[in-house]
C-alpha cells in the first residue's frame, strides 16, 4: 500500500490548510482534481459527522483508495444553531462567501448575543466502509462588519477573541494554529502512525483470497465434452 489518502475536496484553499498542516507527514495528499470527473456525493445528512462519513465513503468506493473528508461550518447561538450543515450554501445554491456572509449580518442586525463556533468532523474512510472520525472545534463571535481579506468562508464576520482579530484579518499559518480544521487536523496528524497502521489492514482486507483450484483438478481441460 502506498501513502496517499485523497482529499475529498475541490477546494483549493482547504486542500492548501490540509496540505501545510500534514507537510512533515508520510502522507501524499491528492484532491478530487486529480482523478477528474467523478460522480458527486450526496450531503444531505443532519449532522456534521453524517455529512462527513458520506463524503468520504462514497469517495473511497469510487476510488478505491482511502479518503478523508471534512464537513465543517459555523453555528450560532442566537440563530438556533443556524447556518450549521448548511453554512456553505446558506444564501443558496451556488453562492459566493460574501453572499452567505451578508446573510448571516442581516440577520445578526439586531442581535446582542453573537457567540458562535466554527465545528469540523473529520472522517477517513476506507473502500470497505469502515471510517475514523476527529473533530475540532473553535469558539468566537460574529462581527457587526466584514474585516479583513484573508481567509474563506465566514472568516471575514468571525472574531477569535485570543488574537483580537477575525480570521480574515490574520495568516493563514496563524488561524490554522486554532481554526476547528486545524485542531482536527493536529489530532489526525498526532496519530499517524496508528492511522497509517490502521489504513494497512483495512485495505488488506479488501483483497480477495488466492483461489483453491483443487475444485478443479477432476476435470479434463484436454478433452471437448459434448452436452
Keep these: 500500500m502506498n501513502n496517499i489518502i485523497v482529499l475529498a475536496t475541490n477546494n483549493k484553499n482547504k486542500v492548501r490548510e490540509f496540505k501545510e498542516l500534514l507537510k512533515d507527514s508520510p502522507i501524499e495528499i491528492k484532491c478530487l482534481q486529480d482523478y477528474g470527473p467523478l460522480p458527486e456525493a450526496v450531503e444531505d445528512g443532519e449532522t456534521f459527522d453524517d455529512n462527513a462519513y458520506k463524503k468520504s465513503s462514497h469517495y473511497a468506493r469510487v476510488l478505491g483508495i482511502p479518503c ?12 438556533d444553531g443556524r447556518p450549521g450543515v448548511y453554512s456553505a450554501r446558506y444564501a443558496g445554491e451556488n453562492v459566493t462567501d460574501r453572499e452567505n456572509c451578508d446573510k ?29 472520525t476527529w473533530e475540532g472545534r473553535c469558539d468566537g463571535e460574529i462581527t457587526e462588519e466584514r474585516r479583513g481579506e484573508s481567509g474563506f468562508g465566514y472568516d471575514p464576520v468571525f472574531f477569535y477573541p485570543d488574537f483580537d482579530k477575525t480570521f480574515a484579518e490574520v495568516p493563514m499559518d496563524q488561524k490554522s494554529e486554532v481554526s476547528h480544521r486545524g485542531r482536527a487536523m493536529a489530532d489526525f496528524a498526532a496519530e499517524i502512525d496508528k492511522v497509517m497502521v490502521w489504513l494497512k489492514l483495512r485495505m488488506s482486507e479488501l483483497k480477495p483470497e488466492k483461489p483453491d483450484h483443487k475444485e478443479f483438478e477432476h476435470n479434463d481441460w484436454s478433452k471437448e465434452r459434448m452436452v
Design 68 to 79: 478523508l473528508a471534512d464537513d465543517s461550518g459555523l453555528v450560532v447561538d442566537a440563530l
Design 104 to 132: 448571516l449580518l442581516e440577520e445578526m442586525k439586531d442581535q446582542k448575543k453573537r457567540s458562535a463556533h466554527f465545528m469540523c468532523v473529520l472522517s477517513l474512510a476506507t473502500p470497505g466502509g469502515p471510517a475514523l
